[in-house]
C-alpha cells in the first residue's frame, strides 16, 4: 500500500503526516454550505447565476454594473450556429448515440487555441499594451502605432481583430455600447478601438474588434486573469452545445455524415422582444 | 472521394441531392445573428443569462417568474466542494497541466449516471408518478403509497431522495420555498413531497427529496424534457470546476497526489449579503 | 475535514478505518513492477504489446493462436479513412489548435453505441443465440431461424451486420480465415454465419456479418466479457487518430471547415507487403 | 446555408469549387481498404499490432528489430497501478457509471504536460544535445558537461530524468539492454547515459534515465518526430486504463471516494513466465 500521508508507526497503527491540502471555493459541512463565505441558501433568489459566477471566480460579488456586463457577455456567446468546430464535435458525437455530457464534453475539448482561445491572447496584448503606454506615458493612439509596427516587423498576428464571417460584429458593438453606458469601458477598451483605427489606418484595411477581442477588452476591466478568459466562452456556450446535442439526438438519424456547409436554418423568422 | 451529397453529373460538374439538413437553433448571416428568432444583440442587455439560457433550449422567452426559478436552480448547483467525482477528475487532470478546456471537459465526462444523472432519473419518476395520479384520478400521497411499495417490492432504489452528507439539504430548502413565493411549485413539488412522506411513515426512516430531486420537481413544473435534465447541472457546476482547475494549477504543486479526505477549507469565514 | 477511512481517537492521533480498497491489475513497488503477477521487465522483449493486452484485461497470457488472433483483429481496426465518426471529432477538435490527447480523446468520445457498440451488442446477441442453441439442442441453422424471426417480429434491428459501404467486408472474410486457420473460430463463428444466412434466405437481401460483428463472434470464443468489447476498438483505432490528429496539424490550415465528403486520397498506391 | 465550397451556377445547380481536401492514410473503397498503399486484409495475419502501429505512424513498415523495440516499449508503459493520475480521473469518472469508452477519455485528458508529456520534452533535449554534439565536434560526455551546466544556471528542470518511486527504474534498464542487443541504442542513448553521468558528477545527486527518458532516447533512434512522443504513451496505456475501468465498475461501489494512498494489491503473487 502506497502510505501517502500516512506512517505506520510502531504500535500497528497509522499517523497522519501534515499533508492537509488547503481549497478557499466552497466550505461544505452537512446542512450548510458557504460559497466564498457565503451562505448557498442565503444566495439563491437574491443574485442571479451570473452575479454567482463572479463571484465563484473572484471570490467576491460583483458590482451591479459589473452584474450585468458579465450578463451580456454570457449571452453574446452563447450559440454562433452550426460551424464553430466544437458545435461540428458536439454534434458529431452525439450522432454516435453517446450521452449529453459526452458530447458537451467533445464540444468543450475544442474550444482551445484557435476557437475561444483568442480571449485569452486578446487579454494578453491588451494587458501589455496598457502596461506600456503607462511606462511610456503615451496615448492610446501612440502606443497603437507603435506595437502594430512591431507586430508587423515581426509578422505576428494580431488576436481579436477581424472575423471569417463579420465585417462589423453586432456583439462588438453592442458590448462596448453596453459597457460604455455601464462606465466600465475604460483604458483597455480604448485601446482595442485604438488598435483597430491604426490597423485600418496602416495597412489600408478593417480589421475590427471581434466577440473574441471585445470580451478580452471587457474581462481585463474587470480585472480577471487571462487565465480564466476560457471559461467564460467555455460557459457561454454550453446552452448552445446542449441545444445542438439534442437537437441532433432527436431530429436527426445516428451516424449521418455531418456536413456543415450542407445545413439550412428553418428555425422561427425574425422578432421582436 | 465520397461524393456524399453530391453526384458526378455528365458534363464533369456536381449535383447536389437533397440532403440538406435543417437547424433552428440560430441563423448566422454575415454581421446579423438570430437566436431562436431574435437578434443577438438585441437581446444582449435586454436579458440575463438564465434568461438566454431557457431560450436557448426551450425555444421561448421565460416568464419573470420561470427566470427567477431558473436562476437559482443554477446557483443551487455551482458548487459543492472538492469530493464531488467532477470536481475530482477536473483537478486531477489540471494537475498534469492540462488545458482548462481539458480539464473541465474531463470534470463534465464525471457528470454522468450516479452524478447529476439522479436529476433525469427523478424527472421520470415524477413525470410518471404524476401520469398514473391522473389516471387513477388519485391524490398525491394515496399515488406515493401505491408507487413507494412497488419501489419496496421490486427492490429499487427512488432517485432523488437522501444525501451522502445532508440530511436536511439546505439547497431543497430554498429551492421548494422559492417556487412557492412564485407559483411555480404544483403537483410535481406537491409529488415530490408526497413521496418523502410516504417513505417515512412506510419505512421508519427520513429520507428527504434532495438538490437533484428538487431540481427534477421544477423542471417538470416548467416542462423541460427529462433528456435535458443533466444540462441544467452540467452548466450549473461549470464555474465551481473552473475555479477548483485555478485553485489546482495556481496555488498546487503540479503532479501531487489529490486524496479529497485530506482537505481543509482555508477561505473566509461566514459572512452575509 | 472530511475524515473519511479515518477516524480521530482520543490522543490525537489518527486510526485507519478498514477503507482499504483492493486492486488486482498492478503492484506498484520501487524498483519492480509486477503486471497480473508477471515481472514488467520480464514480459518486456519476452511478449508482444498484444499479448500484454490479452494478460492485462484477462489476467492471464493467451495461447500463442490467441496472441495472433489478438493481432489479427486490432490491425482489422486501426483506421478506416475519415469518414468515421471518431476521426472527424478527432480532427475537429485538433483543428483548433488543442493538443493531441485532447484531439484523441475527443476521438473516444464519439467510440460509442452506433459506432464501435456495435460490437458489445453483437456479443450479447451471440452470446444468447449459442445459450439457446445449447438449450434447445438444435442446430445453428435452426437457431438462427428462430431468432431471425423474433427480431423480425418485434421490429429490432441486429447489430453486426450490414455496412455502409461495404458489401463484402474483406476484414470479416480475413478475420474469419485467420480464425478457422488457428482453430479459433467455434459455436460462435458458426452461429455468426448461421444467422448471415438466414437472414438472406428469410428476406431476400444479403446483410453479411461485418467487422463489428467478426470480432465480437472471435471475442465470444476467447471468452472476453462484452462489457470489455468496446476496449479492442478503441485500442485499436488509436494509432489511426493519432494519424489523422498529426496530419490535421501538420498540412491543414488551423480552423478549416471540414467536410468529410471534400476530400480525397493522395497517399500511396496500392503496394505489396 | 453556408455554400463553403459549392457556388450556385445560373441553372440552379450547384459548382463545386476546388476545396477538396487531401488525405494520405487510408483508402476506403467499397469492399477494399488500403493502409499506407497496403490491402488492410493482407496485413492481417501477417504483421503485429506493433508493426501496424509503426506503418499507421510513418507511413512505411518497421524492420524486424525496430518492431521489436515498439513492442518492448508499449509493454513497458501498459500500467503502473491506480496513482497516476490518468488512472485516477479513469476511475473517478467510471465510479460515477460513465460508460468505458469516457471513463478512458477521461484518463486519456491526464496524459498530458507533467504525465506522459516528459516523452516529448526528453525527445526535443536529445535532439538538440545530439544536434549541438556533432555541432561541436565534442564527445557526448563534453556535450553533457556543457548542456548540464546550462540548464543549471537557467535553473530549468531536466525532462526524463528521475522518478518518484524508483530509485532504478527496471523499464529503463530492460529498455536500454533490448535496444543494445537489437543495435537500436546509437547516438541518442549514449546522450541519454552521458547526461545520467553527469547529472551525477555534477551535483553528487543520482537522477536515472527514468522510462519517459528511455522511450524518448529510442524514439529519437527511430527518427519519430516529437509530436508523436505522447501518442505511444498513449497507445500503451489504454489497456490499463481499461482494466482499471472494469475493475472499478465491476468491483466497486458507485460515488465512492477513491482515494488513491489507501488501495492495496491483492491481485496474484509473483509469477515466472
Known sequence: MFSGGLDKVRDG?????????????????????????????ELMGAI????????????????EKEARMIDAMLVSSIDHGVTPPSCLSARTIASTGASLNAAVAGGILAISRHHGGAIEDSM????????????MSKT????????IKEYKEKGKRLPGFGHRIHTMDPRTIKLFRIA???????????MAKAMEEEIERSGGKRLPVNVDGAIAALLCEMHFPS????????????PG??????????K?????QINAKDHEYDGLPERRL
Chains 1, 2, 3, 4 share one sequence.
Open 227 to 238: 487565465e480564466l478568459a476560457n471559461a467564460f466562452f467555455i460557459l457561454a456556450r454550453i
Open 13 to 41: 497503527g497509522w499517523k497522519m503526516k501534515e499533508e492537509i491540502w488547503k481549497t478557499s471555493i466552497t466550505k461544505v459541512e452537512p446542512n450548510k454550505l458557504l460559497l466564498r463565505g457565503y451562505r448557498l441558501d
Open 252 to 256: 436527426m438519424k445516428p451516424m449521418r
Open 241 to 250: 452545445l446542449v441545444a445542438h446535442v439534442y437537437e441532433e439526438q432527436t
Open 48 to 63: 442571479t447565476f451570473a452575479q454567482a459566477v463572479f463571484l465563484t471566480l473572484k471570490g467576491e460579488l460583483p458590482t
Open 124 to 135: 494578453k496584448v491588451f494587458q501589455e499594451a496598457v502596461r506600456r503606454k503607462r511606462e
Open 180 to 190: 460604455s453606458d455601464l462606465g466600465i469601458a475604460g483604458e483597455y477598451v480604448g
Open 140 to 147: 492610446a493612439e501612440e502606443t497603437a502605432a507603435i506595437l
